[in-house]
């Protein structure tokens, strides 16, 4: 059973940076998908970024509204992904899961994902 472990989120001020890691363990991950996905209070939650491999051929893609802020990335050794965050704005406050499937497509809708992280908080003051 593919486990997914977060870390790395906090406080910071608009304008700074967080980088979140999602570290998988329990699968194979030859073709995979993982991504980050996000939950603001009251809303619903909503893709952020993904990463889809088959092999060492990946492909990264984001949502509209973190594109040119954030940075996914993969270390395929440690089975882990990165989500860098930078201008960073108050709306970007909410929690930040991780998200795995077994397959080598965009990861992007929110029901898709077979294997879900406990969530990390990500807060942006003003």
């Known amino acids: 059973q593919v486990q997914l472990v977060e870390s790395g989120g906090g406080l910071v001020q608009a304008g700074g940076s967080l980088r979140l890691s999602c570290a998988a363990s329990?699968?194979?991950?030859?073709?995979?998908?993982m991504g980050w996905f996000r939950q603001a209070p009251g809303k619903e939650r909503e893709f952020v970024a993904g990463?889809?491999?088959?092999?060492?051929?990946?492909?990264?893609y984001y949502g509209d509204s973190v594109k040119g802020r954030f940075a996914i990335s993969r270390d395929s050794a440690k089975i882990t992904v990165y989500l860098q965050m930078n201008s960073l704005k108050p709306e970007d406050t909410a929690i930040y899961y991780c998200?795995?499937?077994?397959?080598?497509?965009?990861?992007?809708?929110?029901?898709?994902?077979?294997?879900w992280g406990q969530g990390t908080q990500v807060t942006v003051s003003s």
């Open positions: 990463v889809s491999w088959t092999w060492n051929v990946e492909r990264t």
């Open positions: 998200a795995g499937d077994d397959t080598a497509q965009r990861l992007t809708d929110v029901t898709a994902p077979s294997s």
């Open positions: 329990g699968g194979t991950f030859r073709t995979y998908a």
